[in-house]
């Protein structure tokens, strides 16, 4: 049996509630619903960690981060751990990525045979939180609420400057894909760092969003001492005190944020073009890494479990999939599975490294009862937060906190908490046993509390004398680009043309 090509694209930060059953109607982006209209269509994704690296590393290998040890966006993703591109890679698969993917430490691979581009984001452990000083901010590297004030217009940026060179890199190889001058299938991921903030977006997409209705959150902000613990140290965290946040500041933000979705879809437009014209079919999957709560209740960004933040938008473009809506709650970790069984990689080979499941049951009718877990342990918290999410229902939980329970059916803004509700007593108390079960929070804590400690300290030793970086280098061998001596000439042009003949 011939194994299908599969296109990955992820992108960044992308709110789940915008993608309801495929782009919210009002969201100007053409080419994400011609391919929501061929897709499966999962309404109820979430992330494994809503933050870059843990979120990317539970995604990339089917595990949570008390498995992987990615508890932050500085925690080394250590290379004996399995990904998807190792299991497909093993099956016979070239494996290629361009753009982010936020590994942490000496391997920058993972798995991929092939980087096309750096990443946007440091391989160091420069960015680890210190639960030994709960409060502090470490200022050049946590959000503030800059990237608000500071929303708007913008022609180029770090960011733009990114996806640019990721798009084109994709295309590019793409093309190089079609010319079979590889016979084996091929999976490559493509992952943008937009809609991420900075809040800045071109002209040319951000008019585009001109006279939107959506320019404000639908829960207006609350007074810090109305939110849940955790929020409040969120707020903490990105330095709101030191901020005036008015509601043209919302306003613009929100819509560069729309006017970055809109970007995103003119290049994943490019990439399915040179796709189409290349004339090679391929499974495309579509997903994001964890969400923003885009000024929801006074929040930003993400580090919590709420729907904006922690929810994503996930899509699947297979043969042999009926395109549809699915309801039932999912995570990103079930995507390693799942793209091993569209690509016929034995279940048997890959199970015991995932703690996530094949969606293609699901998609085929069959009935999910497992809850989706998640786990968060980076800045803003000061122990390690988890949560499940199953049927109606959403549980959180942290040994600093009250529990929370929330009915999404009825209270879709997460609005009431229900724990101390008799009439949910029993759901409570089912979301409680199965958390008993499956962590041990004080140490999952202590876990944190020494990969932080050991990491503050080779950090600051490898920083001293010579500085020898993690960040993946592209290789780019320009004697083995275009016309070279050691070629033949009229080899080279008939290969490298394609389609041939025509």
Same mark, same amino acid.
């Given at each position: 049996m011939t194994k299908p090509n599969i296109l990955v694209i992820m992108v960044d930060q992308l709110n789940g509630t915008l993608f309801p059953d495929g782009p919210a109607d009002w969201l100007h982006a053409p080419n994400l619903k011609k391919l929501a209209a061929k897709s499966l269509r999962f309404a109820n994704a979430y992330t494994a960690s809503p933050l870059c690296a843990p979120g990317r590393a539970s995604y990339m290998s089917g595990q949570l981060p008390s498995t992987t040890r990615v508890y932050d966006n500085a925690a080394e993703f250590c290379s004996d751990i399995p990904t998807y591109a190792h299991h497909l890679r093993r099956a016979g698969y070239q494996t290629a990525l361009s753009g982010k993917m936020h590994f942490v430490g000496p391997d920058q691979l993972h798995g991929f045979e092939e980087r096309l581009t750096t990443d946007i984001y440091p391989a160091d452990f420069g960015w680890t939180p210190d639960y030994r000083k709960p409060g502090e901010r470490i200022d050049w590297w946590y959000h503030n609420m800059g990237s608000v004030t500071g929303a708007g217009v913008a022609e180029i940026s770090n960011q733009m400057e990114y996806d640019d060179e990721v798009a084109y890199n994709a295309v590019r190889k793409i093309y190089d894909l079609s010319r079979g001058l590889d016979e084996r299938p091929w999976s490559l991921t493509v992952s943008f760092t937009h809609p991420h903030d900075p809040y800045v977006a071109r002209r040319k997409y951000w008019d585009l969003y001109e006279d939107c209705e959506h320019l404000l959150p639908e829960v207006p902000a609350l007074a810090y001492e109305d939110h849940d613990p955790h929020a409040q140290r969120i707020f903490d965290?990105?330095?709101?005190?030191?901020?005036? #946040?008015?509601?043209? !500041?919302? /306003?613009?933000?929100?819509?560069?944020?729309?006017?970055? #979705?809109?970007?995103? !879809?003119? /290049?994943?437009?490019?990439?399915?073009?040179?796709?189409?014209?290349?004339?090679?079919e391929a499974i495309v999957v579509f997903v994001s890494d964890h969400g923003d709560m885009l000024g929801e209740r006074g929040l930003w960004f993400k580090m919590s479990f709420y729907e904006g933040s922690a929810r994503v938008p996930m899509m699947i473009a297979a043969p042999g999939l009926q395109p549809q809506c699915i309801t039932t709650p999912v995570s990103t970790i079930d995507l390693t599975p799942t793209y091993c069984d569209l690509a016929g990689v034995s279940m048997e080979e890959v199970m015991p490294w995932t703690e996530g499941q094949s969606l293609i049951p699901l998609a085929k009718g069959i009935a999910r009862e497992e809850s989706v877990a998640m786990e968060y342990a980076a800045e803003a918290s000061y122990a390690p937060l988890v949560a499940l999410r199953k049927g109606r229902y959403k549980y959180t939980r942290c040994n600093l906190d009250p529990e929370q329970l929330f009915d999404l059916d009825a209270d879709p803004h997460e609005m009431t908490n229900l724990a101390d509700d008799p009439a949910h007593a029993d759901a409570l108390a089912e979301f409680r046993a199965e958390a008993d079960q499956r962590w041990d929070l004080d140490r999952f804590d202590a876990d944190v509390r020494q990969s932080q400690a050991r990491r503050w300290v080779v950090y600051e030793a490898l920083r001293k004398g010579g500085y020898f970086p993690w960040d993946y280098q592209p290789l780019l061998k320009a004697s083995e680009r275009f016309m070279r001596n050691h070629m033949d000439l009229n080899v080279l042009e008939e290969n490298q043309r394609y389609p041939r003949g025509e």
């Open positions: 965290a990105n330095d709101w005190r030191n901020f005036d #946040i008015t509601e043209e !500041d919302i /306003k613009r933000s929100r819509r560069a944020y729309f006017a970055n #979705i809109s970007y995103l !879809d003119d /290049k994943i437009g490019e990439i399915l073009h040179a796709l189409e014209t290349s004339r090679q």
